[in-house]
C-alpha cells in the first residue's frame, strides 16, 4: 500500500500491470536466452560451490555464524538473504549465535540474482545421532522425497502444464507426511522468485527458456525437513543448439550434471532439462558425513 495509495491519488485510474513482467505465461521476464543460460549458470555454481564449502566444513560445536564464513560467499549479488535455521528456528532465519549440536535439524540457504541452493537435513553422521523417533528419517521421508523429485525433473518439458506438475506432486508427496504447502517450483530471477506456472488447476504451460527452480519444501514435526534446491532450465531442441552453439562448455557441462543425475543418482532427467548446479540431484541426509547420498 506504501505505492499503491499515493498513485490512487495522483491518477484517476490506477491497475495492477506486474503480469507484464511476471506473469510465467507470457511476462517479459519469464524467458531466457542462451547469454541469460551462462550468467545463471555462474550464480549457480558460485552458490553451489559456496554451499558445499560450508558443508564439508560442519562441525558439532561451532556456531552458525563460523559455518557460514566458511562458505566463503564470493563477491556476487545476494538474491535473498543467507538462512541457517536449527532446531526449532524458523526456517527464514539467519545465522543467530546458534552452536552446531549433534541430533539437531537444519536448513540453510545461499542465493545470488538468479540462483538459490538450499539444503536441509540433521546435524549427525547417522541415522544413530537422531532422536529416537526420527530414526527411520531416510527410509520414511528423504527417499520418498528423492523420488519425488525425480518425478519432478521427468517433468520438465514444454507443454506440460503447471496443473499437472501440482497434482503429481501433491500425489507423491501426501500433505499429512510432507506439508508442502508452497509452490512445487517457481521461476527465479534477479529476485529469488518471480512467479510460478505450478500451482493448482494451473492452464499455463512450462515453456522453453523458463528458468525453474526445484523449489520443494517439505517440513514435518518429527523428521524436519529436506532438500534439493538448485536451479534449472527448461530447454527445446533450438534453445538447446543454440547454447551449444554461443556457450559450448556451459552446454556441456549441463549435459554432464544431466548424465550425473540419471547415471549415478538414478533420477529421470529428460534432455529438456539443464541442471545448473554441480549440486543438483545431491542429497545428504547427514550433514556431518555429507559424502553419504541418497540415490533413487
Known amino acids: 500500500m506504501f505505492l499503491a495509495d499515493p498513485l490512487r491519488k495522483l491518477a484517476a485510474r490506477v491497475e495492477n500491470a506486474t503480469d507484464l513482467m511476471m506473469h510465467p505465461a507470457h511476462g517479459l521476464r519469464s524467458r531466457v536466452t542462451p547469454a541469460d543460460i551462462a550468467r545463471l549458470e555462474f550464480a549457480n555454481h558460485m552458490a553451489a560451490a559456496a554451499l558445499k564449502r560450508m558443508v564439508f566444513s560442519l562441525r558439532e560445536g561451532m556456531t552458525d555464524f563460523q559455518a557460514y564464513e566458511l562458505a566463503r560467499v564470493g563477491g556476487l549479488p545476494l538474491g535473498c538473504h543467507p538462512t541457517f535455521a536449527m532446531g526449532d528456528a524458523p526456517g527464514l532465519c539467519g545465522p543467530s549465535g546458534r552452536h552446531l549440536t549433534l541430533g539437531q535439524p537444519v536448513a540453510f540457504n545461499i542465493c545470488h540474482w538468479g540462483a538459490n541452493i538450499c539444503r536441509a537435513g540433521w546435524l549427525g553422521r547417522s541415522a544413530e545421532d537422531l532422536p529416537l523417533a526420527a530414526r527411520d528419517y531416510v527410509e520414511v521421508f528423504v527417499e520418498p522425497y528423492v523420488t519425488a523429485m525425480s518425478e519432478w525433473c521427468s517433468m520438465m518439458r514444454p507443454g506440460v502444464s503447471g496443473g499437472y506438475v501440482w ?6 508427496l501426501p500433505a499429512e507426511v510432507f506439508g508442502v504447502t508452497l509452490n512445487p517450483g517457481h521461476l527465479i530471477g534477479l ?23 526445484m523449489d520443494v519444501i517439505p517440513g514435518h514435526p518429527v523428521y524436519g525437513s529436506t532438500r534439493m534446491e538448485d536451479g534449472y532450465v527448461i530447454v527445446d531442441a533450438t534453445l538447446r543448439a543454440a547454447l551449444a552453439a554461443e556457450f559450448p562448455n ?23 532439462l539443464l541442471p545448473l548446479a554441480d549440486t543438483c540431484g545431491i542429497v545428504a541426509p547427514f550433514l556431518l558425513d555429507p559424502a553419504q547420498v541418497v540415490v533413487c
Do not use: K, N, Y
Open 191 to 213: 529476485d529469488e522468485w518471480v512467479s510460478s506456472p505450478i500451482r493448482e488447476g494451473s492452464t499455463d504451460a512450462l515453456a522453453s527458456g523458463m528458468a525453474m527452480q
Open 250 to 272: 556451459v552446454a556441456r557441462r549441463c549435459e554432464a550434471r544431466g548424465r550425473f543425475m540419471r547415471d549415478v543418482i538414478g533420477m529421470e532427467v529428460p534432455d529438456s
Open 167 to 172: 497434482r503429481h506432486m501433491m500425489a507423491a
